[in-house]
């Protein structure tokens, strides 16, 4: 991460003394010279451009330099692209997104300033649209600094807000996120003062928003989702309040989930207290899937949200849902170590139950990719390794879409799992980890483990097909 904070003499030690390859991209096909543009650090990037690294190299996203460079939010960093001919406006994602939207992208305060450079400079249209129909000014709902969000609205005029507060609603977080493959996400703390101007803002747009004709306070997405859900999902008790005062209806979505089970999902317990008390709403009712608000508090990993659901309303942490999965089944599955030790040690839930695929706690441990809550399930709970599904999977085959190498070598090495044991399809380990797009695993099972990149499954497919169905253009 030296790139990304822009510690250029770290860099340049590592690169001059210690001869670590500078174009070494990792599990996410990033590169130490796209971090650097991501992190908008002018100097490193030059540093490491003398050092020939390839600045036509695109990663997982299909984020060139060019996006990144506008992702940062830096001025300086595109002037500096531009003096080396290396900028390129044109720059797209395989979703269709380009510089504006990748400007939208930016915390960076400085980036209003990038983004009326971009639109003035290079002439282009503010109203450009992604693959699945969003502007630059959706995308800076989610992220961006209000002044960027403001100015847009500037120049689109009122006629966009009524649909943009859905967008600031999904806002959950107020720093920067860098993305990975498989939808893994490092993100830095919230600010708290950040997130309370984001609320000052959306409350502003709400009040504009509202005086227009086709402005529905209880409109909902295609799938049902009302503001109030996405208000409950960000975590703000502020933003529930907001919404309030226009008298919004409590309703539910299509598959049946009340902003109960979205104020779970958040983990924050006082929007959860706040939902249910505001609206009287109950914590125990279920969704289509017979998923508990609970059950939500589980995928967030807030310990606190869930112990205050049992505690103070009788949340039943044994009850199956539709996929015969329990709460501690959850838990293992997003990697929550505190939840289920909690679930397990506490609430005494249990452990030798498999769900309706024949999936036990160390195959879900193993697809979540925390290596420190299978060693807590095999060693501590006494549960095996080597349990196979229906569909013949070991917890290797689930670990090898984790994107977690150290895992993967500890499952074989230790625990004597099979690399070349294939699944009731033919499917073999080295087949999912194909699908996850960590070029460092495939190399794992092809040098360490004489994988062949041949093999087929019962379909006849190898490694190219499984990476080219999940569009990792970076292994072909």
């Known amino acids: 991460m030296a790139s990304y904070k822009g510690h250029l003499s770290i860099v340049q030690y590592l690169v001059d003394t210690c001869d670590v390859p500078p174009d070494e991209p990792d599990n996410s096909n990033n590169t130490a010279l796209l971090y650097s543009a991501m992190g908008g650090h002018s100097d490193l990037v030059e540093f490491l451009i003398e050092k ?5 190299q695109i990663n997982c996203m299909s984020a060139s330099l060019s996006l990144l460079a506008c992702q940062s939010g830096e001025l300086a960093l595109v002037h500096k ?18 510089i504006l939207h990748y400007t939208c992208r930016s915390m960076n305060n400085k980036s209003l300033e990038l983004l009326k450079y971009l639109l003035n400079h290079y002439q282009l249209s503010i109203d450009v649209k992604d693959r699945y129909g969003r502007t630059p000014l959706h995308i800076a709902s989610w992220f961006a600094s209000s002044s960027v969000v403001e100015y847009i609205v500037s120049i689109q005029g009122i006629q966009i807000l009524a649909g ?27 600010d708290f003062i950040k997130r309370n101007e984001r609320v000052k803002m959306f409350s502003s747009l709400l009040k504009k928003a509202s005086t227009c004709p086709n402005f529905d306070i ?66 125990n009712d279920t969704d289509t899937y017979v998923l508990m608000p609970l059950v939500y508090s589980c995928w967030s990993g807030s310990i606190n949200s869930v112990k205050y659901l049992i505690t103070n309303h009788k949340c039943d942490p044994s009850i199956t849902d539709k996929y015969g999965m329990t709460c501690l089944y959850h838990s293992c599955h997003n990697g929550h170590i505190d939840i289920t030790q909690y679930l397990i040690e506490v609430q005494h839930c249990d452990i030798n139950k498999t769900d309706n695929e024949g999936c036990t706690l160390v195959h879900h441990a193993a697809w979540s990719g925390n290596f420190e809550l299978i060693q807590y399930l095999i060693t501590e709970q006494g549960l095996t390794p080597n349990a196979v599904t229906k569909n013949g999977l070991t917890a290797l085959h689930y670990a090898s879409v984790s994107l977690k190498l150290f895992l993967v070598k500890e499952l074989i090495t230790t625990y004597q799992l099979d690399p070349h044991q294939a699944d009731s399809n033919g499917k073999l380990p080295i087949h999912y980890a194909a699908e996850s797009g960590d070029i460092l695993l495939l190399e794992l099972y092809v040098k360490d483990y004489k994988s062949s990149l041949s093999l087929t499954d019962n379909k006849g497919w190898n490694v190219i097909h499984f990476s080219s169905l999940k569009g990792h253009t970076h292994f072909i």
């Not at 600031?168 to 990975?180: F, G, P, R, T």
Request: proline letters at 2%; a neutral charge.
């Open 52 to 56: 020939n690294c390839n600045t036509s």
């Open 164 to 190: 943009i507060v859905y967008s600031k609603l999904m806002a959950q977080s107020d720093a920067s996120v860098i993305e990975i493959v498989n939808n893994t996400k490092i993100k830095t703390n919230v």
């Open 81 to 98: 692209l531009e003096s080396l001919n290396l900028f390129s406006p044109d720059s797209v994602t395989n979703l269709g997104r380009g």
């Open 218 to 283: 209880n409109a909902t997405t295609n799938d049902g989702t009302s503001l109030l859900h996405f208000a409950s999902f960000s975590g703000s008790t502020l933003l529930v309040k907001a919404l309030k005062q226009y008298n919004i209806n409590c309703t539910l979505t299509n598959d049946g989930e009340s902003p109960v089970h979205y104020a779970a999902w958040s983990g924050s317990t006082s929007v959860l207290s706040h939902i249910i008390s505001q609206y009287n709403l109950n914590a």
